[in-house]
């Protein structure tokens, strides 16, 4: 069947399979930072935004998305470079392989709640599941990004 | 120190953060052939008849091949990523008629998508003679079922291993007389205890992509810790010379030993080899959860005298592990449950060791971060926080009395001397930390809830002793930039940064002058590869012989271009220059220059390294656990803990590296199980059954470090990848046993068990 | 793995009933369990452009539509003030965001599994399920009935003046409950909902004796519960340990409800 989805910005036709999954819709498409880690919709590797709500690729047919927007690590490059850096400035991105879904969910969260506080982060990426760091790492990241976003606001 | 010891971001931090296509499956060229693999639903059978006809005829199919395209009487091989001769026997073959675990590999299929490989496997016709499985590893040892009945079934080293006894590997050792040191203690701490088949849950799963090269030959990208054991086991799987294949490894999305074994490799390498086409296979989370490479379940039996003042006098030890259908560091992973974790109790005066390894018809277990330290450090600590309760001692206090220093020499360590240690500054650090005093052993919060802590100690090695090799090969390249070429294995753990870290001090440059490249059968020079927590020790003191040989070669065409001797200059890491007088110079980027127009002094090292010592790592830990008495439920709020790894080579990454260790433990501890039903089928065959720790299970974890100095690594530097997992298991039992007066002896401790144990003990 | 011939975006409720008559094809809810089955679908048929995704308050009570996710039901503000926090509270656990911006109540109230956070609390706010042919039915007589090819439409929460509170044991944050308990205090009494037991959540109705103490209440209600509920084993844990929990959580249901 054919589809529109507009990704990272972009009008993207496509003919699909009926039972294709969006995450490998976009990853046919060039995105490759949406992985799989699991297939039981548990570990939040292939979070993307479905219009403006993070969501699991791999449970979202791509037919579904047929004219909405659809927005990748891909799509948000500065601001994971911005936020990110604060994660490799703890060595928390060790493996790698669980960053972009982590990094897509915790800009959603800064998007609905600019100043989570520790417990709000943890619920947030309750379903970013990490096996590397402990979390502990990701935390001190994330912290030390809202308190720098945090001093740049107040001197602006 | 400019490089080492300092918290620079990772090489690779960068594209990883903002997602760039670096691992496998991101590379895989787009026309690979899809491979999956068709697995027994029984745990013990005979293959009678395989009919593939009708799948062939299935549009998009390649191949499909069964165990009738294997010789079965072909020499048989190991999975196992290991040095040669392997310790693992040579037990398996690509496809075999009997299968011997539900998961067992029946049949590979190769098409050009998913759909179509799908489509075949459901029309694969196989016939099974079902047979008995063995599925309690205690009735393994002479069992008359025979795993491995085989008799092309073969061990090549002399470990105790005899496959009509359903043995993989048999050990005894002891150093004193064990039976007279314990008839004479005051104490004897006697009890079993039991850990399971974790997994170590990497959030890539197996997975390999296989191609021709422009010369014939095989070419393997895949997700491994070790790919110059890889390319001896694929060609001793497929009897091709090891000449005609090369290993790539992509960036890996972690390894913790799981990757250690070639577990996905083989099937796509038959298929490329057989077809010629690219193919790739990814394991679904179901198959690595399933069909993989876990934890050694092992039992051990601890029986630890102590004189009535608390001196622990002697340990006697008897582990039984169960390897699975599979012999994969079968032999190897059970020796570390003794000789790293009797070794800790520097006073005793005997010690006995005692192992068998046993095969069932389960998934065979590999290497899992702690390589069976794990789960002896889990006995012999338990056992000791049991021997302080008796004894009305303070579990600090007991250690404190008891633990090995440096410059003794350790009987159950392979008589090795301890040649750095600051375990004694590490138990004052983590008791000031957890605030031990106040806390020990409980509290109160008057809801049904307590608070309570608990502790343990201990150590790993740095690699394999007078086994492991790491190399490195450094060149300069134009302008004086530097190329670092390895073959250890960044599987995140950061050693493609560390290394170049040792590089650049030695070579008084900074990071971003050293470009990386590892890993490559073909290019790198031979590294054992990424495990055995190996890198940093071994193959770090190889990058540090090389950077000081590159050195010299550097002064040396300095020299020439200065027209003196190669002892009269000196360089600074920017220039050559004469010692006497160091106006006159040349730069390092000359220097390159003229290492490619008409000179022949190569700027371009190669060193290899290995140790006859494996220095280990020491750790403390305490948690401190929030548990509900009438539910059962237990939350670890605070765990604390210290490290001695010797010289932190970057301390960002020894510190990420104790956090997600210290809650993979956490999670053994607690959540983590593996169980098979009646009929031999694992239960936990995903994340929705086998549940690692998510962020809001876990309060705080804390890390600090007390430094001991190692002599013989790089910089002073030891290990700390394995080390950090083993703490939890100990200090989260004794907690629970502080909160309720219950001893838990086997893992995990779950809920249930703690609210039923509180409830008999009304 | 499901496999689908035909998607289907439904354009009315009627075509979506039509599609949903033929036994092969399935109306998709989040999408999360389906997927993992085994299973050939005919035409998925897909509800979401049918303005089901919105909560409607009013005096009476709340009207949720069935494509309402999980999140959009933790986060309303309605529900919140009138349940406590108890709607919130049976389903922040659930794996994480993203999952719950994908599943859906319809999805959840129509599989009726015995480990769903969303049919236990939504048993316990004696709500009613509205059908496209079969028109409004209690939750605990449609709970209780076998799976039917009719189209569930919004839910129905009526407001009754009551209290609520949710629990849930689990042995991990994330993981499916070992068991769960919502209850309600109403002018009448009490209603207990057990779920994951690991059947399908059952509901006790008990009433507090004017002469007792509160905590004589919950010690009689948790005995009560006890000795009225059927628990199973599974992996999560036995039916000894579920009975035992049953009696903890329905005491401090009591407790909480009564301060």
Request: aromatic share 8%; glycine share 8%.
């Amino acid at each position: 069947m054919q589809i529109t989805i507009t990704l990272n910005g972009k009008k993207v036709s496509a003919d699909v399979a009926p039972d294709a999954l969006l995450i490998d819709f976009v990853r046919s498409h060039g995105c490759y930072s949406v992985k799989r880690g699991c297939e039981t919709s548990n570990c939040g590797l292939c979070t993307v935004f479905l219009d403006e709500k993070p969501v699991l690729s791999c449970s979202v047919l791509a037919a579904r998305a047929d004219g909405h927007r659809v927005t990748t690590l891909e799509g948000l490059q500065e601001e994971a470079a911005e936020f990110g850096g604060f994660i490799a400035d703890q060595g928390a991105e060790q493996c790698g392989f669980c960053n972009p879904g982590f990094i897509m969910n915790a800009l959603a969260l800064f998007r609905e709640n600019p100043y989570p506080s520790e417990e709000e982060i943890k619920e947030y990426l309750a379903g970013n599941l990490c096996r590397c760091s402990g979390y502990e790492g990701q935390l001190r990241g994330i912290q030390a990004f809202l308190a720098w976003k945090k001093s740049k606001e107040a001197a602006e | 120190m400019k490089n080492v010891n300092q918290p620079f971001r990772k090489k690779d931090a960068m594209q990883l953060v903002t997602g760039k296509p670096v691992y496998m499956d991101d590379l895989a060229p787009a026309d690979c052939l899809i491979v999956k693999l068709l697995r027994s639903p029984h745990p013990n059978a005979i293959v009678k008849t395989i009919n593939t006809t009708v799948a062939k005829k299935v549009p998009g199919i390649e191949a499909i091949f069964t165990w009738e395209d294997v010789d079965q009487n072909g020499r048989r091989y190991t999975q196992a990523g290991q040095t040669y001769p392997e310790a693992s026997p040579y037990d398996r073959l690509v496809i075999d008629r009997h299968v011997r675990f539900v998961g067992d590999v029946v049949a590979i299929v190769a098409g050009v998508d998913d759909r179509c490989v799908d489509k075949a496997m459901k029309l694969i016709k196989v016939e099974y003679e079902v047979l008995e499985p063995v599925l309690d590893f205690h009735t393994a040892k002479d069992n008359p079922i025979l795993v491995h009945p085989e008799d092309n079934w073969e061990s090549l080293c002399p470990v105790g291993a005899d496959n009509k006894r359903n043995l993989c590997a048999h050990d005894e050792c002891g150093s004193g007389d064990i039976d007279a040191v314990l008839a004479n203690c005051d104490v004897v701490i006697d009890h079993v205890y039991h850990t399971k088949a974790c997994q170590q849950a990497m959030m890539e799963t197996f997975r390999t992509c296989c191609y021709m090269d422009l010369y014939g030959r095989l070419n393997i990208l895949s997700s491994t810790q070790i790919v110059f054991h890889t390319r001896r086991n694929v060609a001793n799987a497929l009897h091709i010379p090891k000449s005609m294949i090369r290993v790539i490894k992509p960036r890996v999305g972690g390894g913790f030993g799981a990757k250690q074994t070639a577990v996905s490799a083989i099937y796509p390498a038959f298929v490329t080899w057989k077809t010629k086409k690219p193919c790739k296979l990814l394991f679904t989370r179901e198959e690595s959860q399933t069909a993989s490479s876990p934890r050694h379940e092992m039992e051990m039996h601890v029986r630890l005298g102590a004189t009535k003042e608390g001196i622990v006098k002697g340990i006697d030890l008897y582990t039984l592990s169960n390897t699975g259908a599979y012999g994969e560091h079968g032999p190897t992973t059970v020796g570390l449950s003794g000789h790293k974790s009797i070794p800790l109790y520097g006073k005793a005066e005997a010690f006995r060791f005692v192992s068998d390894v046993v095969y069932t018809n389960h998934m065979s277990a590999g290497a899992y971060r702690g390589y069976g330290a794990t789960q002896g450090l889990f006995a012999v600590e338990s056992a000791v926080n049991e021997l302080a309760a008796k004894l009305h001692m303070d579990p600090f206090k007991i250690r404190e009395m008891n633990i090995v220093k440096e410059g003794d020499v350790m009987p159950a360590y392979y008589g090795a001397v301890n040649t750095s240690c600051a375990l004694d500054r590490c138990l004052k650090k983590v008791h000031e930390m957890i605030d031990w005093d106040h806390k020990y052993p409980v509290r109160d919060l008057g809801n049904g809830k307590v608070r309570a802590v608990g502790m343990g100690m201990a150590m790993q090695g740095s690699g394999i002793s007078g086994m492991d090799v790491g190399s490195a090969t450094l060149k300069v390249n134009d302008e004086g930039f530097y190329s670092l070429i390895i073959g250890a294995a960044d599987m995140g753990t950061g050693c493609d940064t560390t290394l170049a870290q040792i590089a650049a001090e030695v070579l008084d440059c900074g990071l971003d002058d050293i470009t990386v490249f590892g890993a490559d059968t073909d290019v790198s020079p031979y590294d054992s590869g990424s495990y055995a927590s190996s890198t940093t020790y071994v193959t770090g003191k190889a990058v540090e012989k090389c950077a000081m040989k590159l050195r010299a070669q550097i002064c040396k065409l300095g020299a020439e271009l200065l027209h003196c001797e190669e002892a009269d200059v000196a360089f600074d890491g920017k220039n050559v220059f004469v010692d006497a007088d160091p106006e006159q110079k040349v730069s390092l980027s000359e220097v390159a220059s003229a290492s490619q127009f008409g000179h022949m002094v190569p700027l371009e090292v190669t060193e290899t390294h290995t140790s006859p010592l494996s220095p280990p790592p020491y750790m403390v830990g305490a948690a401190e656990i929030e548990l509900d008495k009438e539910t059962g439920e237990v939350k670890v709020v605070d765990y604390a803990a210290c490290v001695d790894c010797g010289t932190p080579i970057n301390p960002n990454l020894t510190r990420v590296q104790a956090e997600g260790g210290l809650l993979q433990g956490i999670g053994m501890a607690l959540t983590e199980n593996i169980t098979y039903d009646s009929k031999g089928c694992p239960m936990e065959n995903s994340f929705m059954q086998y549940k690692i720790p998510a962020r809001v299970d876990i309060g705080k974890i804390r890390v600090e470090f007390e430094n001991s100095y190692e002599p013989n690594g790089p910089f002073g530097a030891k290990s700390i990848g394995e080390v950090v997992i083993n703490t939890p298991l100990p200090a989260i039992a004794d907690a629970v046993y502080n909160a309720i007066g219950t001893r838990f002896y086997e893992l995990p401790i779950t809920p249930e068990q703690i609210a039923m144990a509180v409830e008999e003990n009304r | 793995m499901m496999t689908i011939r035909e998607y289907k975006r439904a354009e009315s409720l009627e075509e979506a009933w039509q599609l949903n008559q033929k036994k092969n094809n399935r109306v998709l809810g989040g999408m999360i369990w389906l997927k993992m089955e085994k299973l050939n679908v005919g035409t998925a048929i897909d509800l979401s452009g049918l303005g089901l995704d919105t909560v409607e308050e009013t005096d009476e009570g709340f009207s949720i539509g069935a494509m309402v996710t999980l999140r959009q039901l933790e986060l309303h503000e309605g529900l919140a003030a009138y349940t406590g926090g108890a709607v919130r509270e049976s389903v922040r656990h659930i794996v994480g965001v993203q999952l719950r911006n994908l599943a859906t109540v319809g999805g959840s109230i129509y599989s009726r599994f015995g480990f769903s956070d969303v049919l236990t609390m939504f048993l316990a706010l004696n709500a009613s399920v509205e059908l496209y042919k079969g028109g409004i039915v209690p939750l605990a007589e449609y709970a209780a009935r076998p799976y039917d090819r009719d189209i569930l439409v919004r839910v129905l929460v009526p407001k009754e003046a009551a209290s609520f509170c949710y629990q849930s044991v689990r042995n991990s944050q994330t993981d499916f409950p070992v068991l769960t308990c919502a209850a309600a205090k109403t002018a009448e009494g009490y209603r207990f909902v057990i779920g994951a037991r690991p059947g399908k959540a059952m509901l006790f109705a008990l009433k507090p004796n004017g002469a007792e103490t509160p905590e004589l209440t919950a010690d009689r209600f948790a005995a009560e519960v006890r000795a009225q509920i059927k628990t199973e084993s599974n992996l999560r844990g036995s039916a000894e340990y579920r009975n035992h929990l049953a009696g903890v959580l329905v005491k401090r249901a009591v407790r909480r409800l009564e301060a």
